[in-house]
């Protein structure tokens, strides 16, 4: 896919120059117009195979990839990067279910001496006449 195609489909003028934010606005519009479970059974292969051109016109914009030879693929590559991680991410994973674990543990511990209390008051007020329930 070329710069100039890309462009055409995300509906910008031919010789558009379009920032990144642009790109995402247009492609959040054409996706709605162009999505495949909007429109009836017979339409939707072609539905389909216009989307798939929208969201490849879309990731070629922001990725920055041009053929050799076009006038207007002068984008440059848009790079992500995560929050910051201490050590890589990987020390502090432990320390995150710790908590959890606190919450689960203290549940049980509570919510079963309750309820062995309640059992027994429960027992007490009202005897069982049944020789074989505890």
């Not at 100039?4 to 606005?25: M, T």
């Not at 929208?54 to 984008?75: K, N």
């Not at 992500?80 to 020390?91: D, L, M, P, T, V």
Request: with cysteine; aromatic share 12%.
């Amino acid at each position: 896919m070329r710069v100039d195609e890309a462009i055409n489909l995300l509906g910008f003028p031919p010789n558009s120059r379009p920032s990144p934010s642009q790109v995402k606005e247009a492609y959040k519009k054409m996706v709605w117009e162009t999505h495949p479970d909007r429109f009836p059974i017979d339409q939707k292969p072609n539905a389909e195979c216009r989307f798939k051109l929208v969201s490849e016109a879309y990731t070629y914009l922001l990725s920055g990839v041009r053929q050799e030879g076009s006038a207007s693929g002068t984008y440059s590559r848009v790079v992500r990067y995560g929050g910051q991680r201490s050590h890589g991410g990987k020390r502090n994973s432990a320390l995150i279910g710790v908590p959890f674990l606190f919450i689960i543990l203290g549940t049980f511990a509570l919510g079963g001496s309750f309820a062995s209390r309640a059992y027994k008051r429960q027992k007490e007020a009202y005897p069982s006449h049944n020789p074989f329930l505890p």
